[in-house]
C-alpha cells in the first residue's frame, strides 16, 4: 500500500512557470495563485505576518526593515524572513520605507515560505536576484570604492549562526541572523540555498522528542 505524499513531495513538482514574472531582471511567483494552490491541495493551510511589539508588520533596526512571516501546512510551518527591497534586491532605508514596499515584501516572503513547502522552490536558486550582467554594467558606470576583504567564516561560526536561525534568534541590532549574514557576507545564490537547507536540517534534527 502507497503512503501518503508529505507535503513537499505534493508541491515541489507543480510547475509554475506561467504564474511567474520577470520585472527589472527579478522573478516573481504570483502570491495569489500560489496561495490557491496550496489551500486547493491543503484546505487547512494558513499564515501568519509576525508583528513587532508596537503591532507594526515589519521590524526595523532603524537603518532598514524586514518581515517575518510564516505558512503552516500539516502543523508544519515554515517561516521566512525578508528585507524591505526595491527593484534591485537592495535593502530600502528606513526613512524611505512605505507601506506599499511592507505590502510587496509581506507577500514575497511569504511566496518564499510556500516554497520551502516545495511550491516553486526551483524559482530562487538564484533567478530572484539581479542578472549578473546588470551588477556588471553598474560597476563599469560608477565604479565602487574598494573595501577591505571579509575574513571567511569558519565552520564553527557558521553552524553558530545557523544554530541561531534555526532557533529564531536575533543579533543585538534586532536583524534575523540570515538576514545579517546575507548583509555582511553578500553569499552567492548557492551558498544562500546551501545556508536555507542547513537551516532545515538544523530544526529537524533538534526538534523536541515527542
Not at 66 to 82: A, D, F, N, R
Not at 91 to 105: C, G, H, L, M, Y
Not at 135 to 161: C, M, N, V
Request: aromatic share 12%; hydrophobic share 35%; net charge neutral.
Amino acid at each position: 500500500m502507497e503512503g501518503k505524499k508529505s507535503t513537499f513531495a505534493v508541491l515541489n513538482p507543480i510547475n509554475c512557470n506561467d504564474k511567474t514574472e520577470k520585472k527589472n531582471g527579478l522573478t516573481y511567483l504570483s502570491w495569489a495563485w500560489a496561495w490557491g494552490i496550496a489551500k486547493t491541495y491543503f484546505p487547512d493551510a494558513n499564515y501568519t505576518i509576525y508583528e513587532n511589539a508596537d503591532g507594526w508588520n515589519y521590524h526595523t533596526d532603524g537603518r532598514t526593515c524586514w518581515v517575518k512571516t510564516g505558512v503552516t501546512i500539516g502543523g508544519q510551518e515554515h517561516i521566512e524572513y525578508l528585507p524591505v527591497m526595491d527593484t534591485r534586491n537592495r535593502s530600502i532605508p528606513f526613512e524611505q520605507v512605505t507601506s506599499f514596499d511592507v505590502n510587496k515584501a509581506i507577500q514575497r516572503s511569504l511566496t518564499k515560505a510556500l516554497a520551502r513547502h516545495g511550491l516553486g522552490l526551483y524559482i530562487y536558486a538564484g533567478e530572484d536576484l539581479p542578472d549578473a550582467a546588470d551588477d556588471e554594467a553598474r560597476a563599469e558606470a560608477k565604479p565602487a570604492p574598494k573595501k577591505a576583504a571579509r575574513k571567511p567564516l569558519t565552520d564553527d561560526q557558521y553552524w553558530s549562526i545557523v544554530a541561531n536561525e534555526g532557533k529564531g534568534l536575533v543579533t543585538k541590532l534586532g536583524w534575523p541572523y540570515r538576514t545579517a549574514w546575507i548583509e555582511n557576507y553578500k553569499p552567492s545564490n548557492e551558498e544562500i540555498a546551501k545556508f536555507d537547507h542547513d537551516v532545515d536540517l538544523w530544526r529537524t534534527a533538534n526538534q523536541p522528542q515527542k
